[in-house]
């Protein structure tokens, strides 16, 4: 070993004059074999810190985003939650430069399914619900009133104008808040309602009737691309009465007037 030069040096030196005498090919045969791990590693960072880059570049805000609990999707409905995003977008003139809509199809929702999709579904409410990202809930009877239950929509007459109110009275969906949970109930229990009669249209068979939903069942968009159609098709009920598909305003949302120009959107001919 020369004085002053190290063993690391020498393996650097053997390795140069090696590189000096092997063909373009060679050379990059012996690059892949040593160092393929460090080339994959830095390819996988540019690619991570690009995408990281695009996000941030393109991220936009929800401007709206309303989420169709259980609602039924088949092949016939793919593409129709975009259509309709983009159609409400240019509808309620929210400026798609700036903020995203989205209408959200995906969940599923039981308290009988505990399966992995379910319950993924459940947490990504609960998640959505607490940061306000959601800006409106459409679901079925026995969904929506176990939200109802745990105070999640806004009364609507302290939150929509008075021409609103009178305008869609006629589809209000009643809960009863003396059948809250008081200060003491205990969140890990199931509250069972499913057995009660319970006419959720008329405030009078109630102790304390909170409007807290709108009934969109007929003559919207969403029926007439068969979404919710097994409720009917099924026979299904809930506390006595056929189920229905109702939206509700939560009361996280910022922007109820949107929910209402939502509405509009829904029940207007496409």
């Known amino acids: 070993m020369a004085v002053g030069t190290s063993v690391g040096d020498e393996i650097r030196e053997e390795r140069r004059k090696a590189m000096s005498r092997m063909t373009p090919k060679e050379k990059f045969a012996y690059f892949w074999d040593y160092y393929k791990i460090h080339a994959l590693a830095a390819i996988a960072l540019v690619i991570a810190l690009g995408s990281l880059l695009h996000h941030y570049a393109t991220y936009k805000d929800y401007g709206f985003y309303a989420v169709l609990v259980n609602a039924g999707v088949s092949e016939q409905n793919t593409g129709l939650p975009e259509q309709w995003a983009a159609q409400f977008q240019e509808y309620a003139a929210i400026d798609p430069a700036e903020y995203e809509v989205y209408i959200d199809t995906s969940l599923t929702v039981s308290s009988t399914d505990f399966s992995q999709y379910t319950m993924a579904s459940q947490e990504k409410m609960m998640a959505m619900m607490q940061t306000g990202s959601v800006s409106t809930i459409i679901a079925e009877t026995e969904t929506f009133?176990?939200?109802?239950q745990a105070e999640y929509f806004y009364p609507l007459e302290e939150v929509l104008p008075a021409e609103v109110l009178e305008q869609y009275r006629p589809y209000f969906y009643y809960t009863d808040a003396a059948t809250y949970a008081d200060d003491n109930y205990d969140p890990t229990q199931v509250r069972d309602f499913s057995g009660l009669t319970i006419d959720h249209r008329d405030p009078a068979t109630m102790e304390t009737p909170v409007a807290v939903g709108i009934i969109v069942t007929k003559d919207t968009i969403l029926e007439d691309?068969?979404?919710?159609?097994?409720?009917?098709d099924?026979?299904?009920?809930?506390?006595g009465y056929p189920a229905e598909v109702i939206l509700g305003i939560p009361i996280t949302n910022k922007q109820p007037e949107l929910v209402v120009k939502f509405l509009?959107?829904?029940?207007?001919d496409k």
């Open 225 to 232: 691309a068969s979404l919710y159609t097994y409720l009917e």
């Open 234 to 239: 099924n026979k299904y009920d809930y506390q």
């Open 264 to 268: 509009e959107y829904i029940k207007s």
């Open 145 to 148: 009133e176990k939200y109802a």
